[in-house]
């Protein structure tokens, strides 16, 4: 990338001040005035980073959220459960020692479906997954706190892991993959969790089996191709911001580099 000159430009103020003048150069530039529209500007396009709006009107999320409820958790009879049309806990192939992305519980959102951060490193255990995922944890507080994720940041049938308190649901047959985030983000499904939590105080969990027997009318597949006709962009919509705030931050520790090393 090529910096701006007034970025590369040199500074009088004391080395000892570094700190304080790179934020005030970068929470002024053209990368902080793109971040800040993307978190905390316009409704629009706060929405479009992080699902998030001062205006409920203009929340994605919120709204893909009540057509799911609208369409698959009206009161009904329950015909089935959450194992006959899902794969919990699937088989997800990462030998020991295997070099690959980690996601740690620090990185679930409690809102939002994409994971923060991460790193690299050795494969040494941990639950897996992939992209059409959805993890949730299963350990309080965490669970209570809303942790949660839908994986579309990996390459095509690449591996990661991350914290073995995880329980991830994945689809069978033809369930849209959008389905299941937007269960686990239903005030019903984590009244259901919390519920079934035992262990001692502190560290309770649910387990897998338990979350698998979430008793739900079984979708129709008119139901499931209008719900992931509006859903699936939704989730695409917040993987593209992620995936442009984390450039963002890439780039100003470059600025920030480039004037450390002056």
Do not use: W
Request: aromatic letters at 8%; one cysteine or more.
């Amino acid at each position: 990338y090529e910096l701006h000159p007034i970025l590369l430009a040199k500074s009088s103020i004391a080395k000892q001040n570094l700190s304080h003048r790179a934020n005030v150069i970068c929470n002024g530039s053209p990368l902080n005035i793109l971040r800040e529209r993307l978190f905390s500007g316009s409704s629009s396009d706060k929405t479009l980073a992080t699902g998030e709006s001062n205006d409920g009107n203009d929340n994605l999320e919120a709204q893909t959220q009540a057509l799911f409820d609208e369409l698959f958790l009206r009161d009904g009879m329950p015909d089935c459960t959450l194992s006959e049309i899902a794969n919990v806990n699937p088989t997800r192939t990462l030998s020991k020692g295997c070099i690959a992305k980690c996601y740690d519980m620090s990185c679930l959102p409690t809102r939002g479906c994409v994971p923060e951060g991460g790193e690299i490193k050795a494969y040494n255990g941990g639950v897996r997954f992939q992209n059409g995922d959805t993890l949730i944890a299963r350990i309080t507080p965490c669970l209570e706190n809303g942790k949660a994720a839908y994986i579309n940041i990996l390459n095509d049938k690449e591996v990661a892991f991350g914290s073995t308190e995880y329980i991830v649901f994945s689809p069978v047959d033809t369930m849209p993959s959008s389905f299941y985030y937007f269960l686990i983000r239903s005030k019903k499904f984590r009244a259901f969790a919390l519920q079934y939590m035992n262990g001692s105080s502190g560290r309770q969990r649910v387990s897998g089996d338990e979350l698998a027997a979430f008793p739900l009318t079984k979708p129709s597949h008119e139901a499931l191709s209008r719900f992931d006709m509006v859903a699936k962009p939704v989730l695409e919509q917040f993987k593209v911001a992620s995936l442009e705030i984390n450039r963002l931050n890439a780039l100003q520790q470059l600025i920030i580099a480039s004037i450390s090393s002056r």
